[in-house]
């Protein structure tokens, strides 16, 4: 049973606690405290979660599968690394010790034995679980049991840990709670997380049932991604403010005006993707995906991966989207204008790059248009680049497109003299493959250390080191590839431990390790790089950190 569908007929309507008028939001006076800093989700997770397609329908040979398909499209290559088996994968009864267990009638070789699976791909472990007694699927009793985290937050993260969980989804799903309450229990989940020692992305869902509180206060001290709306539906639109089911259109109105919430680290998650679901036309999912690449969300695909089509196919490919939506600035679009019909979104990009989103939410073709000045580009001639076709043009004033009903056109817009960032630039969040057999006694924390200077050599490239993140008994950095006065066609890099380091995971790179040396080329989509420009990839290792010098070669 689609605990989406029987939502409709156990919940009752509730009044939005949204006022948007004008782009604006009313949010309340809750304030965030200190962003969470725990090293991981730099840039949006991207991957594919199991709800939106199979509901409480899955098992382990379904999860393998899709995990396949991920490989073998492409997706993985291009950033989709998290696989999240949502709702219905657990044991109805936990332990008599307390633990919570996989369901051995739908996962028979364990949740450990499918992280591992998963893990040997390249690929990340993502699981489902909620902050109360009942998940989602056994409130609404389609899915027997109570075996919510309440009480159990420190005994489940242990168990997540020891698992090889990278990505944890923790979902309200309650009709009680005040968004104080809420804080507070999200907090509960993410403290634990943090003693495990391991990095995990942490996403939340503050907006189940009655307790619509994700637009209403700046999450990012909490988690790293948390939803902005109720549920989203494979419709354009819904009708919905932000009530159940949500459309496209819906939730783009409640999420744009959120912007100053996102960066790396903390970003607004307006709900897992419904390309390639049907309910929607080319042009509407194209606006789908376009939208959510503009808004810095995560980029979770819900469709088959088994059965794409090719327009699903071109869609979720789609290299310059991807690159607008893992740059590393991390930040969200901002509203330039709308009129109600005509909307225009712009997003500063790391290497001075603007994206521009000219979004018609109308219902008949119409120009849509905005200037450089009003996107922070003035002062001569720019380059647009349309990010489905690729076609370039230039101007110096006026930017406007043609743009069909529920059609977004993206430029890209560059000065002359501009680098373009390496396409794609997605760079998953750590996560070891190797599970910890108990919680580290320290918690990591942010422990930054220098980097070792080095000097573009002209021609070639260079490589540095940087510690971003350590616990006891190991640490995460973050390696850029900086191409010297030349562009490069690929790149090596290498570097001797100090002290016995040894590499755990590794993201962004093919590595291969002979004693303390180590060697690390690029993947296929990271290996050309423009003169002066840079890409990086990133790791998680044993032992304590260290920032050993780097070197770098190119053929």
Not at 127 to 144: E, G, L, R, W
Not at 433 to 457: G, I, L, Y
């Amino acid at each position: 049973m689609d605990r989406k569908r029987i939502r409709t007929t156990l919940v009752p309507a509730v009044t939005a606690a949204l006022a948007l008028a004008s782009g604006a939001v009313a949010l309340t006076t809750v304030s965030p405290a200190q962003a969470l800093e725990n090293g991981v989700a730099r840039t949006p997770p991207m991957g594919w979660n199991s709800w939106n397609t199979f509901g409480c329908n899955i098992n382990e040979s379904l999860i393998r599968q899709m995990a396949d398909a991920i490989v073998n499209s492409g997706l993985r290559d291009l950033g989709y690394q998290y696989v999240v088996v949502d709702d219905c994968w657990f044991n109805p009864n936990r332990d008599s010790s307390g633990n919570i267990q996989g369901d051995p009638s739908r996962f028979p070789s364990g949740m450990k034995a499918l992280g591992d699976y998963l893990h040997n791909k390249g690929l990340k472990f993502g699981i489902y679980q909620v902050p109360v007694d009942k998940t989602c699927a056994q409130y609404f009793n389609s899915y027997p049991g109570a075996t919510g985290s309440q009480g159990h937050e420190a005994q489940d993260a242990r168990q997540f840990a020891a698992w090889g969980v990278d990505y944890l989804k923790y979902d309200w799903c309650s009709p009680n709670g005040t968004i104080n309450d809420q804080v507070a229990t999200f907090a509960k989940m993410r403290d634990a997380l943090k003693a495990t020692g391991r990095p995990i992305v942490y996403s939340i869902n503050p907006n189940s049932i009655h307790s619509k509180t994700g637009p209403q206060r700046n999450w990012g001290d909490v988690a790293n991604m948390w939803r902005t709306t109720e549920d989203i539906t494979n419709k354009w639109d819904t009708g919905q403010t932000n009530g159940y089911p949500m459309g496209i259109q819906n939730i783009v109105n409640v999420t744009v005006p959120l912007a100053s919430y996102a960066g790396p680290g903390h970003f607004n998650d307006p709900d897992m993707m419904e390309i390639g679901r049907g309910g929607m036309n080319d042009t509407e999912m194209r606006s789908h995906f376009a939208l959510w690449a503009m808004m810095a969300s995560p980029l979770i695909a819900g469709n088959d991966i088994r059965s794409m089509d090719s327009a699903t196919q071109t869609i979720l490919k789609n290299k310059n989207l991807i690159a607008i939506n893992q740059d590393s600035l991390g930040l969200q679009a901002t509203q330039v204008s709308n009129d109600g019909t005509r909307r225009v979104l712009a997003k500063k990009l790391a290497n001075g790059d603007v994206a521009v989103a000219l979004f018609n939410q109308g219902g008949s073709t119409t120009t849509v248009s905005t200037t450089t000045s009003a996107i922070g580009k003035s002062g001569g001639t720019v380059t647009l680049t349309d990010a489905w076709t690729n076609a370039t043009s230039t101007t110096s004033g006026t930017i406007s497109a043609s743009v069909p009903a529920h059609g977004t056109v993206v430029y890209r817009v560059s000065s002359p003299g501009s680098s373009p960032s390496a396409s794609p630039s997605a760079s998953p969040s750590a996560s070891p493959s190797a599970s910890p057999s108990a919680s580290p006694s320290a918690s990591p924390s942010a422990s930054p250390s220098a980097s070792p200077s080095t000097s573009p050599v002209p021609g070639g490239c260079s490589a540095t080191i940087k510690t971003i993140n350590s616990w006891g008994g190991g640490f995460q950095s973050e390696v850029t590839v900086q191409a010297g006065s030349s562009a490069v066609n690929g790149w090596t890099v290498k570097w001797t431990w100090p002290g016995g380091q040894t590499i755990s995971s590794l993201w962004n790179g093919r590595q291969s390790s002979s004693g303390s040396s180590v060697t690390v080329t690029n993947e296929s989509y990271n290996g050309s790089i423009a003169a002066g420009a840079s890409t990086t990839f990133g790791f998680t290792a044993n032992g304590s950190a260290a920032t050993p010098t780097a070197t770098c070669t190119s053929p």
